[in-house]
């Protein structure tokens, strides 16, 4: 049966090597994610011809109601989802883990731009698609995302794709003198965390402790996929981003940046740093990360869309739901967005007793 055994050591090497080489490969479905996610389970389920690997899916599988689990693909499948029938076995493969975990839903949700009539074939096959009608509360991953190509040779070139402002915010960060370095340290990291901590404040957003970067950074620690970025002004540190390299993407996963200095505009030095790996690298994208609101009023939109003007936003296909227990899934999409509702006004009332001037001290380590 194609359930992954871990201790087969060729094997998990075998999978691995499938899924890192894979035209569809995507770092959520690493290995490697599943030590990022604490408190999740996982568990990876794949097909073969002629004694290869040639389709995969990595399941993170957690409790969510009493006994009863749910399991998420995140960016899953790892094959061509144009292949219906592959997806449709691939599923199949995953039905011992929904009996022995007692799940009664699996949700996957493919890095594709949207095509409605692939949508409507799959919802002949019986799953459930999600996108229309559900805002930033009742999905997981946001619908739309950045993308910017990089089909130039160098940075340089690249750049008259930017919007004018954009271009004038990268140059003018270099004549104030903001310098940008990476590394896989953990001091860097505890400086982007710190970072992280204020941006989450003053945005009033709900943010991930510090153990789960350096889960991400150890996770990932004996390969060049994941650097940290920081960019700093006469030895203050002013932004911070965590950037991982995956298949024929770079994706900018993590930002963060201080309140002090923004007229240096140090976020945009950071990102043409990070665009210039991904153009070394190979990269065929650079992935800014979703967007909820397509609207320049708002700053995280203004922001990605500067260099993203040709590109626009790329709205993703949505959410696939294969429902295992109808009873539960639907309490379940009721329940969980009006979670996360309470969850983000939480976050939004405890922000606004934080002052912000304490924000700006520096913390001291311990």
Known sequence: ??????SDLKKVEEYQNFVRTSPYANA????AWEKVKEGWTGEQVYLEENGKIVAAMSLIIRRVLGNFSL???????????????MVKRLLEEAKPLAKKYHAFLLRFDPELPRLPELEEEYRQMGLRVRNDGCDKFDLIQPRYNMILKLDEPTFEELMPHFSEKTRYNIRLSARKGVTVHWSRSEEDLKKF?????????RDHIGHRPYEYFKRMLHAYENSDLLRIYIAEHEGEALSGAICIHYGNK???IYGASSNNKRNLMPNYAMQAEMIKWGIENGSEIYDFGGVFIL????????FKEGFCRREGATEFIGEFDQVYNPLLYTGFAKILPQIQRLRA??????????QQPKQQEPKKEN
């Open 1 to 6: 049966m194609p359930i992954l055994n871990h």
């Open 28 to 31: 959520t479905q690493d290995l």
């Open 71 to 85: 399991m998420y693909a995140p960016r899953a499948p790892i094959c061509d989802f144009h292949d219906k029938e």
């Open 193 to 201: 965390f710190e970072l992280y901590e204020i941006t989450a404040v």
């Open 250 to 252: 770079t994706w900018y």
């Open 295 to 302: 609207d320049k009023t708002n700053g995280l939109y203004k």
């Open 345 to 354: 006004k939480k976050n939004h009332h405890e922000d606004r007793k934080v």
